[in-house]
C-alpha cells in the first residue's frame, strides 16, 4: 500500500505564477482534503473533495481551487501566488467507514 | 471562529518522565478530538483520538483526557523515551469525517 503520494515534493515559484499541486489517496479511500502548513505552526484545513465535489472549504481566498477527478486523485491550484504562499502543502485522505487522517509527505512551495 | 489553542509551545522533559500537552477548544459543537505526531520532516501521524462520549482514553504509554464542560483537552505521555521527541499537535473537529481545526504545536525534546 503506497499510502498518500504527492507530488512535486519540492518547487520554487516566483510571486505572481501559479502552481498545481497534485494528490493521490491512500487505497480504499474517497475523501480528499488539503492543508498548508506554514514553518513553525499547525496544519490549516483548505478544502475537503468528495465525489468529485468541494464538501468544506477554510477560510483561503478564491486564488486556492482544487479538483477530484473519477480515480479519487486530487489537484490543489494556486492562482497570482503571494510570498506568504511559501508553506508545506499536505494532502490527506480517508475512506468512508473510518475517520482517521492519512497524510502524505507534504509538497513544499517557495515563493520568491 | 473555531479556534485550538495548545500549550506549551515547547516541553522538555527528562528520559523516563511524563509530558503533557495541553489544548482547548472554542466550538463547543466539536466532537472528535485527534492527536498528531510529525517528526522532522515527515507527514503528521495519528497516535491517538477521543470522541466526546468517552472523558479518557488510554493505549500503551500514551493517555488522552476530556473535559468538555470546560473545553479541554490534554495528552498525557509516560515514561518518555528518545523516540518521543517530535511535534505534537492536537485537533479538534464536529466529527471524524469533517474538516480539522489543529492546534499551533508542541516541539517535544525528551533529554537523556
Known amino acids: 500500500d503506497a499510502g498518500v503520494t504527492q507530488s512535486p515534493t519540492h518547487l520554487i515559484k516566483t510571486r505572481g505564477q501559479q502552481v498545481t499541486l497534485r494528490c493521490s489517496p491512500k487505497s480504499g479511500h474517497d475523501t480528499v482534503s488539503w492543508y498548508q502548513q506554514a514553518l513553525g505552526q499547525g496544519p490549516q484545513f483548505i478544502f475537503q473533495y468528495y465525489e468529485e465535489e468541494e464538501r468544506q472549504r477554510g477560510n483561503f481566498p478564491d486564488r486556492f481551487s482544487g479538483h477530484q477527478f473519477p480515480n479519487y486523485s486530487s489537484e490543489l491550484n494556486v492562482n497570482a501566488l503571494l510570498l506568504g504562499d511559501s508553506a508545506l502543502y499536505l494532502c490527506?485522505?480517508?475512506?468512508?467507514?473510518?475517520?482517521?487522517?492519512?497524510f502524505g509527505e507534504g509538497s513544499r512551495l517557495t515563493v520568491l | 471562529g473555531e479556534n485550538v489553542e495548545q500549550h506549551p509551545s515547547t516541553l522538555s522533559v527528562q528520559e523516563g518522565d511524563s509530558a503533557v500537552i495541553k489544548c482547548t477548544y472554542s466550538d463547543s459543537a466539536s466532537n472528535y478530538f485527534p492527536w498528531y505526531k510529525q517528526e522532522l520532516g515527515k507527514r503528521p501521524q495519528l497516535i491517538i483520538d477521543?470522541?466526546?462520549?468517552?472523558g479518557e482514553k488510554k493505549d500503551q504509554r500514551i493517555a488522552v483526557t476530556l473535559n468538555k464542560t470546560a473545553k479541554h483537552f490534554s495528552l498525557h505521555i509516560t515514561e518518555t523515551q528518545p523516540e518521543d521527541s517530535a511535534v505534537y499537535f492536537c485537533?479538534?473537529?464536529?466529527?471524524?469525517?469533517?474538516?480539522?481545526?489543529f492546534g499551533s504545536g508542541t516541539r517535544l525534546s525528551i533529554r537523556p
Open positions: 477521543i470522541r466526546s462520549n468517552v
Open positions: 490527506a485522505s480517508r475512506g468512508r467507514r473510518t475517520g482517521e487522517l492519512f
Open positions: 485537533a479538534a473537529a464536529y466529527s471524524s469525517a469533517s474538516k480539522i481545526i
